[in-house]
């Protein structure tokens, strides 16, 4: 098992975990324990699995066989408490809904089956426009937004679930830098407040910068810790495959990025 951070209980334990698509594997043996008030990232080449990693942990994808724990509670117990972000190309933009509405969603979890938002759910779903800088966006409908705009509407739809884990699917792809450092913040704050955040992203060179830890990707978990004793020619060599990045690794702690 291995263990990242130290100082508090393990928020999520993985244990053997394997998941398939249409009876192929797509990932084996996964297993590792993360703790809360955490970032961490999830790195490796395309096709590696971490979209299946991510889906599989919230109950998107069928698990063939290991374990999910959140903090001694199965999924059933813990969805309420749980934020999941997709990759933008999974979401219907042409949805009929607005902005406000969308963040609003967010704590439909936790309101039961019979209580309707209120006023005050109302209040705290703008409040959580406010905090993404996106407060002017509330009667868009999302289809008219930029992608930097679309990703900062879903994390503040994780806001307004006050979640304890949040889960990303490369949330910083292909959205303008501003839209980047807002949400880097936003999720920094989350964190401060125990939150248990596990990220995929796509560039090894800022992963220094945002993440406490890494999870390394490429069919299974092929190593876990902090991004300095993980992010090394060694690691990545053996995650990405030689062939693939040979001496061109050294960019990945440089000026460059290794697409993941």
């Avoid at 998941?19 to 970032?39: D, H, K, R, V």
């Avoid at 910068?209 to 092929?222: A, R």
């Amino acid at each position: 098992m291995t263990s990242i951070g130290e100082g508090n209980s393990n928020a999520l334990t993985v244990e053997g975990l394997a998941a398939s698509y249409a009876g192929q594997p797509a990932l084996s043996n996964a297993t590792f324990a993360l703790e809360s008030g955490t970032i961490t990232g999830v790195l490796g080449p395309n096709g590696a699995g971490k979209s299946t990693l991510i889906k599989a942990l919230v109950g998107m994808v069928k698990v063939d066989s290991g374990s999910v724990d959140f903090g001694g509670k199965t999924l059933k117990q813990t969805r309420s408490s749980i934020a999941y972000i997709p990759q933008r190309k999974d979401i219907d933009w042409t949805f009929p809904i607005n902005v406000l509405d969308t963040v609003l969603a967010g704590t439909y979890p936790k309101l039961g089956l019979v209580r309707r938002a209120k006023k005050a759910d109302r209040e705290w779903a703008r409040e959580c426009l406010r905090m993404v800088g996106a407060a002017d966006l509330a009667d868009r409908h999302i289809g008219e937004l930029s992608g930097g705009q679309q990703q900062r509407i879903f994390i503040a739809r994780a806001l307004a679930q006050r979640a304890d884990y949040i889960f990303l699917d490369e949330p910083l792809t292909g959205i303008d830098a501003v839209s980047q450092e807002t949400i880097c913040t936003v999720l920094i704050g989350l964190k401060a407040e125990g939150a248990t955040i596990l990220m995929v992203h796509h560039d090894v060179v800022a992963a220094n910068d945002v993440f406490d830890h890494v999870l390394l990707v490429n069919k299974t978990v092929t190593a876990a810790g902090s991004p300095r004793d993980v992010l090394t020619q060694a690691q990545l060599a053996s995650t990405y495959g030689i062939g693939r990045l040979g001496a061109g690794l050294e960019p990945a702690f440089g000026t460059g990025a290794v697409d993941a």
